[in-house]
């Protein structure tokens, strides 16, 4: 994963999608797709909510560094 800048912007392909491991996808299946542009963009906010509180994913808390890159991309408008 490439960490953006803080004056770059923060795009699913490139920064987002790696986040997620092949096991966050398959645990996640049944509700949404989180390797999914569409998907993880229509349920970002819930997502970021999870992130932040630790409870995602199951196994363990994402380091603040990478909840911080999911925010970006969230308030930057969910770049594709």
């Known amino acids: 994963m490439s960490t953006p800048g803080a004056d770059e912007p923060v ?3 490139r920064q987002i999608k790696p986040l997620f491991r092949p096991k966050d996808r398959q645990s ?3 509700h949404f ?3 999914s542009y569409e ?3 229509a349920h970002a906010d819930r ?3 999870r992130l932040s509180a630790g409870t995602m994913p199951c196994d363990g808390a994402w380091p ?8 970006r991309w969230v308030r ?5």
């Not at 603040?64 to 925010?71: A, G, L, R, S, T």
């Not at 930057?76 to 594709?80: A, E, F, N, R």
């Open 39 to 41: 998907d993880v963009s």
């Open 33 to 35: 797709d989180l390797g």
């Open 28 to 30: 996640m299946l049944r």
């Open 11 to 13: 795009q699913f392909a």
């Open 76 to 80: 930057g408008g969910t770049l594709p």
């Open 64 to 71: 603040p560094q990478q909840v911080d890159v999911f925010e």
């Open 47 to 49: 997502i970021l909510q």
